[in-house]
């Protein structure tokens, strides 16, 4: 019902920045949240950030001060701005959206590598 297509990642030297950006098309309901979660080889997976329709935002600890996300809800797109990035930030990023607190739908993953 819902698909995401991310991108957005690539490679760069520590203390660059890369913009994520992820789309959300089909049925999307009122109440939704999208945001990323990353996963490394070496990490458990982690919330990077997320944010609601109504504009809450909630950041990972690791990242906070250096991320911002952001959101154009009359396109169901939202951002991520990723500045001062660190090689612990090297992940797999997966974008997500929840539906009405229900249903979760993810994106493809697109790979961020941050060398030292």
């Known amino acids: 019902q819902v698909q995401l297509v991310e991108s957005g990642g690539g490679l760069v030297q520590a203390g660059g920045s890369l913009r994520l950006s992820c789309a959300a098309s089909?049925?999307?309901?009122?109440?939704?949240?999208m945001g990323w979660y990353r996963q490394s080889p070496g990490n458990q997976r982690e919330l990077v950030a997320r944010?609601?329709?109504?504009?809450?935002?909630n950041y990972g600890d690791s990242v906070k001060g250096r991320f911002t996300i952001s959101r154009d809800n009359a396109k169901n797109t939202v951002y991520l701005q990723m500045n001062s990035l660190k090689p612990e930030d090297t992940a797999l990023y997966y974008c997500?959206?929840?539906?009405?607190?229900?249903?979760?739908?993810w994106g493809q993953g697109t790979q961020v590598t941050v060398s030292a």
């Open positions: 944010m609601t329709s109504g504009g809450s935002t």
């Open positions: 089909g049925s999307i309901f009122s109440f939704n949240t």
């Open positions: 997500y959206i929840n539906l009405n607190g229900i249903r979760t739908y």
